[in-house]
């Protein structure tokens, strides 16, 4: 019995300001989790989440 276990969701955290993948969580936080941009110095607990490409290899057309 093979079973795969295929877990390739990886997500990462895009900055809402800048766009920038340099965002970071910060704890410790009263209010929840909340997030630092070291590109353009936001923090908040919005961020933008976002799915890795899966096929970042393949040209489109
Ligand atoms: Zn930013």
Same mark, same amino acid.
């Given at each position: 019995? $093979? &079973?795969?276990?295929? =877990? =390739? &969701?990886? !997500? /990462?955290?895009?900055?809402? #300001?800048? &766009? !920038?993948?340099?965002? /970071?969580?910060? *704890? @410790?936080?009263? %209010? @929840? #989790?909340?997030?630092?941009?070291?590109?353009?110095g936001y923090q908040g607990s919005l961020v933008l989440e976002v799915d *890795?490409? *899966?096929? *970042? %290899? $393949?040209?489109? @057309?």
């Amino acid at each position: 019995m $093979t &079973r795969l276990r295929h =877990k =390739k &969701r990886e !997500s /990462f955290l895009l900055c809402p #300001q800048c &766009r !920038s993948p340099e965002i /970071f969580l910060v *704890a @410790g936080m009263i %209010t @929840g #989790q909340v997030y630092l941009c070291k590109n353009c110095g936001y923090q908040g607990s919005l961020v933008l989440e976002v799915d *890795a490409p *899966a096929d *970042a %290899t $393949t040209k489109p @057309g």
